[in-house]
């Protein structure tokens, strides 16, 4: 086996317990974020690795320290402070950190993620610590395998990768984006089972085209204007061929990329080492997973539904792929499922005979189909679409807030008993509507979702609960399956397979309560069954190379290397 880094390992002794094997003594244990116990190292450890006076004289057990840290936790004031309070406490004692995010996912998942996280990225050059994950920019991409060499986990599995050009719904943030892969890794582990031994967060820092990063003082990524064309693909071989020789068994999630370079990235390197894009993907997946929740709560069935989605980038044509593949799934053809689906962009209803990418074209209306609709213009407004359609669906993939007008939310409600609207835009301020005036403006009998996450609406006596369309639903178990077993490929069917298990969990467990996505509080169990889900779906795509799961016991299996956090003995090596 690969060992986990050259400064420790864990190992079992002949009983099956787990220890640590140290290979440094004194203060470095103390320093490097994975072999610090703090104060809860024994007293028999303290004496025999060197740090013998070096700690307080109190020996704490980790339920202690957890009461400590949590209560400096609630004493900071505002979500960036606690943003920074948490980060600080990973980067010195990184066992303690999860466990915190274990004891309080469902209050600190919005701070490490959405959508504290944005408001971070956006500082990251003021918030700037220490030094976290892989920074990759032509500086260095030609020594890519020496730069892979010198982090300290030697067998990754896990790679977040992101070049920074379209954070969440605040665009190019240059290298402050590497908060995205951090905070990201931190739901693999926490929600998903990934041991953080396994996992790296990477930042390809090939340029920002925004002159005021290049000219801020405080900076920290390259100044230049990014790479585009031949320059930014040779870019991305180079680091894709760098995991491939020196992390073999690594899965790579592409992530924040621009809705140009998204699709192109995901084509061009899906075959080549396993990888998906969670804005296309995971988007995608935890949509169709609400909006199929939804129609089973309403009695009815996707097959049915006319669609309509406000946004064509990486996330907007995502979800229409996977409410396609949906509908295929529950019997139509193809062509009978994209004429129930109707994206916008910024322009208004795509159509064929409008110019447009070529990666939005299979989702574009015939014209002919829409000459005799009631319009002002040669193009559909989302208005007109909704009107036109007779909507039953609406979802908000745009990042323009409060999109979703009071005529817009009124078309839907004059269109069915019980319309289907999700805003779904992060973060918070780039919502399309606020859920309390989806509800009020459909007398609270509109489903809702967000992207973000909202507190209850009190509505006529009655307290409705505001389901969150979190992708962390979906990626930390698509990854753990796809780690599990050894996948030499991500498939759609693995993609899809993630959905549906979402889709179960929340109808076992929620539907009679009237809820289409599970609390966050449950991220473990949801990401149990979407892993288990990938890996039996990973078999039956024949892309599974591991012989280690039994296929009649995938779940146990699952449970079984379901990482938590805990302190182990250590020996010195």
Request: net charge neutral; with cysteine; aromatic share 10%.
């Amino acid at each position: 086996m690969v060992r986990i880094s050259k400064y420790f390992d864990v190992k079992k002794d002949a009983y099956g317990r787990e220890y640590m094997e140290v290979y440094f003594d004194g203060i470095a244990l103390l320093r490097l974020v994975m072999t610090n116990k703090g104060t809860a190292f024994t007293p028999e450890e303290r004496v025999n690795l060197g740090l013998d006076g070096l700690l307080p004289p109190q020996v704490n057990t980790m339920d202690q320290q957890l009461a400590r840290v949590y209560g400096g936790f609630r004493r900071e004031p505002t979500p960036i402070a606690k943003y920074q309070y948490l980060r600080a406490l990973q980067e010195r004692n990184e066992i303690l950190y999860y466990a915190l995010l274990n004891r309080h996912l469902g209050e600190m998942l919005p701070i490490v993620y959405t959508p504290t996280v944005g408001e971070a990225v956006q500082q990251f050059n003021f918030l700037y610590q220490s030094a976290r994950g892989v920074s990759f920019s032509p500086a260095n991409i030609e020594r890519a395998q020496r730069v892979l060499a010198s982090f300290p986990w030697e067998d990754v599995r896990m790679i977040v990768a992101t070049d920074s050009s379209a954070i969440l719904g605040i665009g190019d943030q240059g290298y402050g984006g590497l908060a995205i892969p951090i905070g990201k890794l931190a739901l693999y582990t926490a929600g998903g089972g990934v041991s953080p031994f396994h996992t790296m967060p990477v930042v390809l820092d090939v340029g920002t085209d925004r002159a005021d990063l290049i000219e801020d003082p405080f900076y920290l990524g390259v100044r230049q204007r990014r790479l585009r064309g031949d320059a930014y693909f040779d870019f991305f071989d180079r680091f894709v061929d760098a995991v491939k020789s020196s992390c073999p068994r690594a899965v790579i999630q592409w992530e924040d990329l621009s809705k140009e370079a998204a699709f192109s990235v995901l084509d061009r390197y899906r075959k080549v080492i396993p990888s998906f894009n969670d804005d296309i993907q995971g988007t995608g997946a935890v949509t169709l997973a609400g909006v199929v929740a939804a129609c089973r709560l309403r009695g009815e069935r996707l097959r049915d539904q006319s669609v309509v989605i406000h946004g064509a980038g990486a996330g907007g044509v995502g979800v229409a792929w996977a409410i396609c593949q949906g509908m295929l799934r529950e019997g139509l053809t193809e062509d009978e499922a994209l004429a129930r689906i109707f994206v916008l962009d910024s322009k208004g209803l795509l159509a064929k005979d409008r110019p447009m990418e070529e990666y939005k074209r299979k989702f574009a209306q015939d014209p002919g189909k829409i000459a005799a609709w009631k319009k002002a213009g040669a193009v559909p407004t989302l208005l007109e679409t909704l009107e036109n359609t007779r909507a039953t669906v609406l979802l908000g993939l745009s990042g323009q807030p409060r999109s979703f007008s009071e005529p817009v939310i009124k078309a839907m409600a004059a269109n069915t008993p019980r319309p289907v609207i999700f805003a779904l835009s992060n973060p918070t301020s780039a919502c399309e509507a606020l859920p309390e005036e989806l509800l009020a403006l459909t007398e609270g009998r509109a489903l809702v979702a967000t992207g973000s996450p909202f507190p209850p609406v009190e509505l006529d006596g009655k307290t409705i609960p505001i389901g969150q369309g979190n992708n962390a639903f979906i990626f930390p178990g698509l990854g753990f399956g796809s780690i599990l077993s050894d996948a030499r490929e991500i498939t759609d069917g693995m993609v899809l397979a993630a959905a549906y298990a979402l889709v179960d969990y929340t109808a076992e467990k929620h539907l009679d309560k009237g809820l289409i996505y599970p609390p966050v509080e449950e991220l473990q169990e949801v990401s149990t069954r979407v892993a288990v889900a990938v890996i039996r779906a990973a078999f039956e795509d024949g892309v599974a190379r591991s012989k280690k799961v039994d296929p009649g016991n995938v779940e146990a299996y699952v449970k079984a290397r379901f990482w938590q956090p805990k302190y182990l003995p250590f020996v010195r090596g």
